[in-house]
């Protein structure tokens, strides 16, 4: 039986996790969240001081991506994601642990260590999966694919917005040099580098809404799922 999935990739803050979130419950989907897979990472290599040290310690580094402690545990309130027990859900969406993330993601050994584990989310009755390189690296593969982006400025301020609501003080100019930093080194990295697939469809979203974007996104999955 071939599984349906969908691929949502494109730059960080453009809305990529909310839309795909949005897709599950429509289609009634798998969802994978591939960045919280890379920003758990990131996280418990920094917790072990090993994050500076990739290259002289990428053997110890590979094993704990292949042996990470992790659940996604979905509750009425969203998705609870633990790392080795603790509740990281928050933690993991700061734009700290978002560096962390990005510096792991440019290390060929740490990717393929965590692609098998991405690859296992494909069951049915589908699957909905986001981040940077789902539709041109881990699958190649989906029925329909869709690149998401929005201009550098848009998205520090939805960025903003999104930690003020947790509580923390942030400046928009600090948030929007580490977009343009993380934009930089995720499109310019020689593995899997961040790129709109051959065939998926790019949506700019810097003047559109969830609602606007879900509706673009639904009219384009239903006809790819019905070919």
Request: a negative charge; one cysteine or more; hydrophobic letters at 40%.
């Amino acid at each position: 039986m071939t599984v349906q999935i969908i691929t949502i990739d494109g730059p960080s803050g453009s809305g990529k996790g909310t839309l795909a979130a949005k897709l599950a419950a429509h289609y009634q989907f798998h969802l994978l969240d591939s960045g919280a897979l890379y920003r758990l990472l990131g996280l418990s290599l920094h917790q072990q001081d090993l994050l500076d040290c990739l290259d002289s310690e990428l053997e110890q580094c590979v094993k704990i991506a292949t042996n990470l402690d992790i659940k996604f545990v979905t509750t009425e309130s969203g998705t609870r994601i633990e790392l080795d027990g603790e509740d990281v859900t928050q933690t993991i969406r700061t734009e700290r642990v978002g560096e962390f993330a990005s510096k792991v993601a440019v290390v060929p050994e740490l990717r393929a260590a965590l692609l098998e584990r991405q690859r296992a989310f494909a069951q049915a009755p589908g699957l909905v999966a986001d981040g940077r390189d789902m539709a041109t690296s881990i699958f190649p593969e989906a029925q329909a694919k869709i690149y998401l982006t929005a201009s550098a400025e848009s998205r520090a301020e939805r960025r903003v917005k999104q930690l003020q609501a947790m509580g923390l003080d942030v400046k928009i100019n600090d948030i929007l040099a580490n977009i343009q930093a993380r934009d930089k080194r995720d499109m310019e990295r020689t593995v899997a580098p961040l790129k709109p697939a051959a065939d998926a469809y790019i949506i700019d979203s810097s003047t559109l809404g969830i609602d606007e974007v879900f509706k673009l996104m639904t009219t384009f999955v239903d006809q790819q799922l019905a070919n």
